[in-house]
T-cell receptor, first 116, second 113 residues
Framework: AQSVAQPEDQVNVAEGNPLTVKCTYSVSGNPYLFWYVQYPNRGLQFLLKYITGDNLVKGSYGFEAEFNKSQSSFHLKKPSALVSDSALYFCAVRAIWMDSSYKLIFGSGTRLLVRP | DGGITQSPKYLFRKEGQNVTLSCEQNLNHDAMYWYRQDPGQGLRLIYYSQIVNDFQKGDIAEGYSVSREKKESFPLTVTSAQKNPTAFYLC????????????FGQGTRLTVV
């Protein structure tokens, strides 16, 4: 089955330390991968995407993500976390599904808590 | 301002009532999506539309209906057949290609009273 998995419900990190939020996917064909962030009672905001090319993608607010085809992963990273980065993060994938549609499917989300 | 607008922000429904959530975009996007988000959980796809006058069921379409008569509008009706409608509903749009990111509205919080 085609899916996206975020294995961690919550990630805790101290301000100034590097952070990683994990995402793995399972799709047939080439995946198009996205990261979004959600603040309380708000919609999702786009952070970055992988289409093709360089496996390290840079996005908004200092975030970056590394695409690893052999591990089917697209982990979100930031070298130095800020308290304001605390939010809910979603990984998503778009691919051509069996019915020839290209639905956008989301992972279950990972809550990031950055402590001062 | 270009963007995607959902209304109302808060909506209360009585048991047995149908309610319609509005979603409008002025981004000239072909594709539009409706997602449901339950507390502490991820997004589940209800319906999506890749082009005007066409839409497909997502993973949890039962108890919901949509229409796509205009490119800029994709209203969602929560019918009385939806047994547990209390949730946060998010509408999104994208330019339609595989590589394009989606833009989200601010959401509608629906509560059954």
């Amino acid at each position: 089955a085609q899916s996206v998995a975020q294995p961690e419900d919550q990630v805790n990190v101290a301000e100034g330390n590097p952070l990683t939020v994990k995402c793995t996917y399972s799709v047939s064909g080439n995946p198009y991968l996205f990261w979004y962030v959600q603040y309380p009672n708000r919609g999702l905001q786009f952070l970055l995407k992988y289409i093709t090319g360089d496996n390290l993608v840079k996005g908004s607010y200092g975030f970056e993500a590394e695409f690893n085809k052999s591990q089917s992963s697209f982990h979100l990273k930031k070298p130095s976390a800020l308290v304001s980065d605390s939010a809910l993060y979603f990984c998503a994938v778009r691919a051509i599904w069996m019915d020839s549609s290209y639905k956008l499917i989301f992972g279950s989300g990972t809550r990031l808590l950055v402590r001062p | 301002d270009g963007g995607i607008t959902q209304s109302p922000k808060y909506l209360f429904r009585k048991e047995g009532q149908n309610v319609t959530l509005s979603c409008e975009q002025n981004l000239n996007h072909d594709a539009m999506y409706w997602y449901r988000q339950d507390p502490g959980q991820g997004l589940r796809l209800i319906y999506y539309s890749q082009i005007v006058n066409d839409f497909q069921k997502g993973d949890i379409a039962e108890g919901y209906s949509v229409s796509r008569e205009k490119k800029e509008s994709f209203p969602l009706t929560v019918t009385s057949a939806q047994k547990n409608p209390t949730a946060f509903y998010l509408c999104a749009s994208s330019a339609g290609g595989l590589h394009t990111e989606a833009f989200f509205g601010q959401g509608t919080r629906l509560t059954v009273v």
